[in-house]
Structures are given as C-alpha cells and as structure tokens.
C-alpha cells in the first residue's frame, strides 16, 4: 500500500474515532500527524510542525479574546441594539446585512478570513439575542465574504487571475466575479429559506429590547399570547390569539448581562443600553482592528490580542473571565486537523491525487473530479493554496481546447472557497469560535454536516454550469 493510501485511510479512521467515541479530533489529528508523519512520510518534529497553522492559532485566539470583552462589557448588547434600530426592527434583514457587510468588505480587498473575523462575533451574538439560527446567521457570514472574495480588486481575485496569466490561459475576471457572487448568493437564499428565514419575516418588527411589535393586542412584550400561553421561543413558532405566528425569543445569557448592567450600566433594561467609557473604549478598538487589517494589512490575530489587551488592562474587572471563554476547545480542534493536512502535503498526498486525476484520458470527468478534489481538500486547507495547485494541474487538458478554460477555472475557484463553511477550515472555525452561548458541540456537527453537502453537491453543480457548456 503507498504512503499516500495509508495518509488518506488514517484520516478517515480519525474522523470515524471522533464521530463515535466524543474525542476531540484536534487531539486525534496530533497523534495521527505523529504517527504517520514519523513512521510513514519519515519526518522529524521539526517537519510535522511545519504545518502548524501558527497564523490561525493567533488569530482564533485573539479575535475570540476581544469579543469575549465586548460581550463581558455589554459592547455587543449595544451593537446588537443599534443594528436593529438600522433596520427599523426587521430582525430577518439582519442575517442579509451580515452577507452584504462581509462581501463588501471582501470586494474590496480584505482577506476573507479576516472579514469573517470582524463581522462573525457581531452576526452571532446578535442571532443570540433574537433567536435567529447560528448556522443561518454564520453561513450568510461565510457566504458574503465568498461572494466579494473574486472581484478584480479582491485578494482572491488577484491571485486567481494572476495563475490565469502566468500559465497562459484565456481568462475573465468579471466571469470569475459573478460566478462566485451569483453561486453564494444562491447558496445564501436556499438557507435563509431552510434555516428560519420565513420564519423571522413572519415575525415582523422587533423592539429594541427583542420583542415582536404587536400592534393587533393581542400580545404582550413578554412573548405570551395574551392568554397565558406562550407563543414561542428561539427560533420557533407559536399562534396567539390573533393569529400572529412567531414571537420575540426567550431572554438570553446576552440580554441577561445587559439587564444586569454588565460593563457599566444601562438605563430603562435591555432596550436602553448606553454608551460608557468602557463601551466607547472597546468600540474604538474595534473600528481599530478593521483599519488595522484593511488599511494597513496588518494581522488580524496579532492586532486583536494586541486590542484585547490594552481593554484588559484598563478594565480589568470587565475582562477577568474572557481568557477562560476563548474557544480553546476549537483552537485544538482546528489546528490539529490542520497540522495532520500538512502533514499529507509535505508528504505529497495531495499533489499525487491531483495528478492521478488529471493524467484521466476523459476530459470532463477529470475536470469535475479536480473539482471534488479542490473542495475536498480545500474545506480542510487553504483555499488559494489549492488553486492555486489545481489550475496548474488542468492545464495539459485545458490546452486540448475541449474545456473552456474560463468556465473551469471559475468553477475550481468557486468548488474550492464555497466550501468553506466546513469548521476545519478558517472561515469556518473563526464562525464556531465566534458563537456564544451555543452548545459548541452541536453546532460543530451542523458546520459539519452542512460543509459536507457543500462539498458533495456544489462542486458537480457549477461543473454542470461553468464546464460541461464549454466542452467540445
């Protein structure tokens, strides 16, 4: 059996310990990425820390550290309010101005992970509050930064278009936008539909305090139906009398902390969350890890602890407890899954399966196939990393004239960013940390299960769009 074989069963056997026995796949990885690493690939340490995602570590840790000092001084309380008064209480436009946020900021030049990283905290702990879905609410997130990720002037962008030209290929870089944007906006209508999106427009307007506006009466604030009963919670349904479906959530730890003036005090409850020094502080901090990282293309995760603290040490009593509620748990998980990836790539698993694929005589198949391998790989890898080793990797077929070669790498670099939703991946793993008060276990099997019908489904459908029309 090869090496390459013997990595890939490993990496199932992993997944199938983790699924079945509760043990955190981080800590299995680890040991995989020892044992393979040294008795198979014949590495040293020095060769399997080699794909230590030191970068991700920083920034799961510091970007995580700074919001968990916001939620503890009610910054998050304070935004949460304010993006509902932008909206005029229409809590279902919330998750669409996450997307948008997030993809404008892409399109314009921000790296994807560090555009999910300043908006996924925000978008969930508003979902928190309002009991709106927090696989809805960090999808739409992912899926907006992916959306932009593909303009001409995007980091994305250039790099894809920069591989096009290097190797010679006839390329369109408004093709390879749109087919991103209208491939993620898709993917974002299918979810908002799915995962409660009717729902939340059922429910109308919101007060600032998270209760549905009433205006037939036959309601209370309190989310009860008038009668005694009550209506719902979460992001359930529930029928008053007058036949109103849907009502205000159930109070949160979020809306508790601000009931309780956590971080310096509200007036009027929830509803009249007020500036303070602490608050003013922490937002100025916050405005100063996006210039930071857009500006100045400085690190998000150095530039995040850096922030966090500086908040610390000027309030301490406030960040007391946010080192305990980094997300240490993730922080192991991801960087084992991706230090045992980069095991496998020193070893040249990777580059070895996409060169059986592309040396297969049928153009078509090996195209979607370089697809599959570009989301597979990519949902526990970098995304630009592999494209670009797979855009190379096409050439020899592409060079055949049957494939047209815009549709296929337009459908390679949609396969390999869409897909990172999956919680191995950065985008990923920064919306699992970034939750709060979510049984963090659960929503790691959504992120999975969604990742994986990602993966099966998307990479066949833009080969059955961007390719198969191109072929001939």
Known sequence: ???????????????????????????????????????????????????????????????????????????????????????????????????????????????????????????????????????????????????????????????????????????????????????????????????????????????????????????????????????????????????RTGAAPAPTAVAVRAEQGTGGGTEGGVGGTVLNPARIATLAALVALVVAVLGFDLDAGLTAVTLAVVLSTAWPDDSRRAVGEIAWSTVLLICGVLTYVGVLEEMGTITWAGEGVGGIGVPLLAAVLLCYIGAIVSAFASSVGIMGALIPLAVPFLAQGEIGAAGMVAALAVSATVVDVSPFSTNGALVLAAAPDVDRDRFFRQLMVYGGIVVAAVPALVWLVLVVPGFG
């Open 1 to 243: 059996m090869s090496p390459e074989l013997v990595s890939i069963l490993v990496l199932v056997v992993v997944f199938v310990i983790a699924t079945t026995r509760s043990v955190n796949m981080g800590a299995l990885a680890f040991a995989a990425a020892f044992g393979v690493g040294t008795l198979v690939a014949d590495l040293d340490a020095d060769g399997i820390f080699a794909g230590f995602p030191g970068d991700l570590f920083v920034v799961l840790v510091g970007v995580t550290y700074l919001f968990a000092i916001a939620r503890a001084n009610g910054t998050t309380d304070w935004l949460v309010h304010a993006s509902v008064r932008l909206v005029r209480g229409r809590v279902a436009l919330i998750p669409w101005v996450m997307f948008a946020l997030t993809g404008a900021l892409t399109a314009i030049g921000a790296v994807s992970p560090a555009a999910v990283a300043i908006v996924a905290p925000i978008a969930l702990s508003f979902a928190t509050r309002y009991g709106i879905s927090p696989l809805l609410m960090g999808t739409m997130v992912v899926h907006g930064a992916q959306a932009g990720g593909f303009s001409p002037i995007s980091i994305y962008g250039s790099i894809v278009n920069g591989i096009v030209e290097r190797e010679k290929l006839p390329g369109s870089e408004v093709g390879l936008f749109l087919a991103s944007l209208v491939a993620n906006l898709l993917i974002a209508a299918v979810l908002f539909a799915v995962l409660g999106g009717r729902k939340l427009w059922a429910r109308g307007a919101v007060t600032d305090g998270g209760n549905d506006d009433d205006a037939d009466g036959t309601g209370s604030a309190d989310g009860t139906d008038g009668t005694g009963g009550t209506t719902g919670g979460g992001a359930g349904t529930g029928t008053g009398t007058g036949g």
